[in-house]
């Protein structure tokens, strides 16, 4: 697998390599010397950037649409206040242990609930977040209960946007890395036909266990880094459906399934987004809607799988032209 | 016989009142090309599935009674995935292809089971799919396939998983007449690799050509076990399966 994961990235073609490079230059560069508003609206991309990505593994990837996904998004958030807040733990320690305790949680619901498949696994998920947060929203003397949790701000938007560019940009990477590996085929694999790939010796229980993990751990880490920022937070917001809707529109807009997609989805998203709110104030979120509707009326597989049709279909006319000449 | 490589032990499976396999016994000695016949009906991939690990409808993989052993080594129950990696291949009756991927990515997963590095694994497909005769398909996706292509891509999907026993459920149904030809002549060459092979199948001709050895069920049960010639002159079978056309014969 390692050594899979190091041929994929040896393999990478150039361009590539220079807009990691570029991406991991300007993050660091704008983290220094960006206006807080722009750092403070690029946080935000990067960590629907980290969701996306996530989800992707567990739901594009191996085909497991969740609708609760922003469960581990809050639980990220809650560990890290609580641990800093009750435990006085500094907190990047806090910060990685919370992107752990949020995998080990996931490993926990994994068994039961990947036993479930399609609509019924989308909607066991749904209720596993409102659960959670009927949960947190009680255990009043752990997490301050309905009216929230609050910290001293720890981390300034510079910092957490520097923290939240880097998560963003090498989970992709990693997404990326992992493509041609044993892991991410066999959950493919799983997506298109799990019977299959069941008889072929691939351990699917297993697999969709090590999906699910892999997905929660990343979210729990963006939770953290977003409270160290916000010093704020309440179970409304931690556990918002909101959210989830958000990641699943900006995932489909991108291309679900695919590496790029939940990297262009947000982007795209947010830019429309600020820009007919700026315009357009009081009628910003249904044209927001007119959007996508027309996304979906036209590129129903979102922009990366169209840019790519594009891209394959000037090339072969391209061919086609030089076979002419 | 040498020591048998699979062996079904009283093996029965009910259906509520319906009982699909009724104390089914058999050995299969390594290198084997055995054909399981039998009418509509008459249990054999329900005894595919008990055999295979493959969950039964009900949820359950286990049979009601008895025992299956590969090699020796009791694996009633175990899931599909620890019986290929013990070297038992199955393909199913109706194709069961990974849609969304190429000819060349279905074989390469099935090598994947052998091989940590999935780089391996394509250079493994690649010469599994030469090994069929579908190199000329490897970057196509399986649903622009034909039928027969589809088939010949399950077998080599499972071959890919290097087992010592492949079970195949019907292969041969819905080809024409120049594609089980075909079928029958890649069975051989399996076989003539030293894997052991058994086919579940409707069509006569193959079976009759192909195997030394067939055992019929019928409601059930073992009704015949033995070479093709003796099987086709047993009147059980000739009564439960075959027909008055070739008893007039």
Redesign the interface.
């Known amino acids: 697998?390692l050594?899979?994961i190091a041929?994929n990235l040896a393999d990478l073609a150039w361009p590539w390599r220079i807009a990691i490079g570029a991406a991991l230059l300007f993050v660091v560069l704008y983290a220094m010397i960006g206006a807080p508003y722009y750092q403070s609206l690029l946080m935000s991309i990067c960590m629907y950037v980290v969701l996306c990505s996530s989800w992707n593994v567990i739901s594009g990837i191996t085909g497991y649409v969740s609708f609760g996904h922003v469960v581990f998004w809050g639980l990220g958030a809650y560990t890290t206040a609580i641990l800093i807040v009750k435990l006085q733990l500094p907190w990047p320690l806090a910060l990685v242990l919370s992107g752990i305790g949020t995998a080990a949680f996931a490993a926990l619901i994994s068994y039961p609930i990947l036993k479930l498949s399609g609509v019924y696994f989308a909607i066991a998920m749904l209720a596993l977040a409102e659960a959670v947060q009927v949960l947190v929203s009680y255990s009043r003397g752990l997490t301050g209960g309905g009216g929230g949790i609050y910290l001293r701000p720890l981390v300034g938007t510079d910092l957490a946007f520097l923290l939240m560019g880097l998560l963003a940009l090498g989970l992709v990477v990693l997404v990326y890395a992992l493509q041609?590996?044993?892991l991410v085929?066999?959950l493919?694999?799983i997506?298109?036909?799990e019977?299959?790939?069941?008889?072929?010796?691939?351990?699917?229980t297993r697999r969709k266990a090590q999906a699910l993990i892999f997905s929660a751990f990343f979210p729990g880490l963006a939770g953290g880094i977003y409270i160290l920022n916000t010093a704020f937070i309440d179970p409304k917001t931690a556990f918002d459906i909101g959210i989830t809707l958000n990641i699943i529109l900006m995932t489909v807009f991108g291309g679900i399934g695919t590496v790029l997609g939940p990297v262009i989805g947000p982007f795209v998203f947010m830019a429309l987004s600020e820009t007919l709110w700026a315009q357009f104030p009081f009628v910003h979120r249904a044209l927001l809607g007119v959007a996508i509707v027309l996304l979906v009326l036209f590129l129903p597989r979102g922009i990366m799988p169209a840019l790519r049709m594009a891209a394959a279909r000037l090339s072969s006319r391209r061919s086609v032209g030089m076979n002419a000449q | 016989m040498s020591s048998p490589i699979l062996s079904v032990h009283d093996l029965s499976r009910r259906f509520g009142g319906v009982i699909a396999n009724d104390r089914v016994s058999f050995d299969v000695a390594p290198g084997e090309l055995l054909s399981i016949i039998g009418p509509n009906g008459a249990g054999k991939s329900t005894l595919f599935k008990s055999i295979s690990g493959v969950q039964q409808p009900g949820g359950r993989r286990t049979p009601d009674s008895g025992r299956v052993l590969l090699e020796g080594r009791d694996i009633t129950g175990l899931p599909a995935h620890r019986l290929c990696r013990l070297g038992l291949a199955l393909v199913f009756q109706e194709t069961e292809p990974l849609g969304g991927m190429t000819a060349l990515q279905n074989v390469a997963i099935g090598a994947l089971v052998r091989v940590e590095s999935y780089h391996e694994a394509l250079d493994q497909g690649r010469v599994t799919l030469e090994r069929v005769g579908l190199s000329h398909r490897a970057g196509d996706l399986v649903a622009d396939l034909t039928l027969a292509e589809r088939k010949r891509l399950e077998v080599a999907r499972a071959l890919a998983t290097e087992p010592k026993l492949l079970l195949l459920d019907e292969t041969m149904a819905g080809l024409t007449l120049t594609e089980v030809q075909q079928a029958v002549a890649l069975v051989r060459s399996i076989n003539g690799t030293g894997i052991t092979v058994i086919l579940i199948e409707h069509v006569l001709e193959a079976v009759m050509a192909v195997s030394a050895r067939i055992i019929v069920l019928d409601r059930g049960r073992t009704i015949a076990d033995g070479t093709p010639s003796v099987v086709v002159r047993d009147k059980a079978v000739i009564e439960a399966y075959l027909g008055s056309a070739l008893t007039d014969a």
């Not at chain 1, 019977?195 to 699917?204: K, R, V």
Request: positive net charge.
């Open positions: 697998m050594r899979d041929r041609s590996t044993k085929q066999s493919y694999a997506s298109n036909n019977l299959a790939s069941e008889s072929i010796g691939i351990p699917t």
